[in-house]
C-alpha cells in the first residue's frame, strides 16, 4: 500500500489520513484469519484449507479493486486481510509437513522469497503505475487489481498438490500417507528410508490424547510462548516499517516522492536477491537456526544505531548532511540482506517445527496470529513513530534487536536437521 498511498487521487477519493487504518484493518482481519485456520485445517485438510483461504482473499482484492467508498476499501482489506493470515498460518505448516529434514530450511527460505518478490512487484508496479499512467483512480486501482494475479495462481497451483502427509497419517489414511511419502522422497514405497519415516510419523500420529487445548496447557506451554515470542519479535524488528512506509522513510533522509518510491523498490530488489542467497546457507551443518538469528539479531543491532545516528546528523543540519544520506540508504539496504538471511525465513521455519502433530495446526495458528497483531500495531504506529521520534524510532528498533538476540540464546531450541518428530 506504500505506493498507493503515494498517488494523488487516492487520498482524494477516500480521505486523507486513512493511511494507518488501511493497513492496520489489513492486519487485524489477518491475525483473525490465522486463528480462525486452526477450525478448519485439521477437519479438511492443509491443502484444501488453503484454496479456501486463498478464495476468501480473493474476495477481499475484487472488493479492493471496485471499491466505490472508504466502508467498501475498509471491508476488503479485512477481508483478504483474514485470506492473507489464513494462508500465513498454513503454508509454512504444509510446507514443514512435506519436506525432508535436510531441505526444510531451504524450503522456509523459498516462503520468504516468494513474499519477497510480492513486495518488490508490488514497489515497481505501484512505481511503474504513479510514473507511466495519467493522473486518475487507474494508478492504485491497477495495484491493487493485480493482487488478483498471485491468488488465482496460488489456487489453481494447490489444486494439483498433494495432501499433508502428517494430516493423512492423523486421519488414519496410511496407505495414501505413504504413496505421497513415496512421490515427496522420490523412492519406492516400500524403499527402508520411506518405511522407517512412515512409521514414526504413524506412531506420532497414533498417539492418545485427551484434547487440543488441554495437551498445550499440559506439555507446550514453554514451545507456545516461545513460537509467540519469535512471530512477535519478527514484526518489532522494524521490517514491516520500511515495507509499509518506504517512501516515508526515504523521504525522511531527504529525498522527493518520486525518487522515494523508486529507492523503496530498489529495496524491494535487494531483499529478493539475499533471500535468495539465503537458500544455499540455512540448512548447512554449522549454521543452525540459533546461530542464524542470534547473528541476525546482533547485525540488525549495529545497522539501526548507525541509522539513528545518521537521521541525527541530517535533521542537525536541516537536510544538508548528504554523505550522511547516503550512508543512512546503505543502512536501509544492508537491514534487507540481514532479515532475508536471518529472522525472515527463520521465524516460519522455526515456528513450523516445534510443535507436535496433534496440536501443531492450533499452535502455529495461534503464534502467527501473534505476528499479524503486532503486524496491525507496527502499521499504526510507525507514522507516529516517525514523526515524534523521529531517528529515535530507529534507536528503539537496535534495542529491541539485543532483546529478540538474548531471548534466543536462552530459551530457544535447536532443531535443525531433525524430524518433525524428533524435535517435539
Known sequence: MSGVFETSTFPLYFGKGQEGDLVALLQAG??????????????????????????????????????QNL????????????????????????????????IRGRLGALWQLNISVGMMLSFWINYACLIHLPTGNAQWRLPLGLQLVPGTTLLIGMAFLPESIRWLSLQGRIDEASHVLSQMRKLPEDHPDVVDELEQIAATAQLEYKSKWKQVIAQEPRRLAIGCFMQIAQQWTGTNAINYYGPLMFRT???????????????????????????????????GRRVVLIAGSTANFIIFFVLGGMLYAIESSNNHAVIEGYVAIVMIYLFAVSFEFSWGPM????????????????????????????NAIIGKITPIMIAQLRYGTFFFYGVCSVLMGLVVYFFLPETKGKTLEETT
Not at 535487494?270 to 546457507?281: A, D, G, I, Q, Y
Open 253 to 287: 533522509i531527504g529525498l522527493d516522492k518520486r525518487t522515494s518510491v523508486l529507492m523503496t523498490g530498489v529495496y524491494g530488489c535487494v531483499k529478493v536477491l539475499f533471500v535468495l542467497l539465503s537458500f544455499f546457507f540455512l540448512d548447512r551443518k554449522k549454521l
Open 71 to 102: 466502508f467498501m476499501m475498509l471491508s476488503g482489506r479485512f477481508v483478504g486481510g483474514w485470506g492473507v493470515g489464513a494462508c500465513t498460518m498454513l503454508i509454512p505448516m504444509y510446507i514443514a509437513e512435506i519436506a525432508a529434514p535436510g
Open 30 to 67: 489477518a491475525c483473525l484469519g490465522a486463528l480462525s485456520a486452526n477450525l478448519y485445517a485439521d477437519r479438511i485438510g492443509r491443502q484444501r484449507s488453503i484454496m479456501l483461504s486463498t478464495l476468501i482473499f480473493l474476495v477481499g482484492s475484487t472488493i479492493q479493486t471496485s471499491a
Open 347 to 374: 521465524t516460519w521455519v522455526v515456528c513450523s517445527e516445534l510443535f507436535s502433530i496433534h496440536i501443531r495446526a492450533i499452535c502455529i495458528s495461534i503464534t502467527t496470529s501473534m505476528n499479524w497483531a503486532m
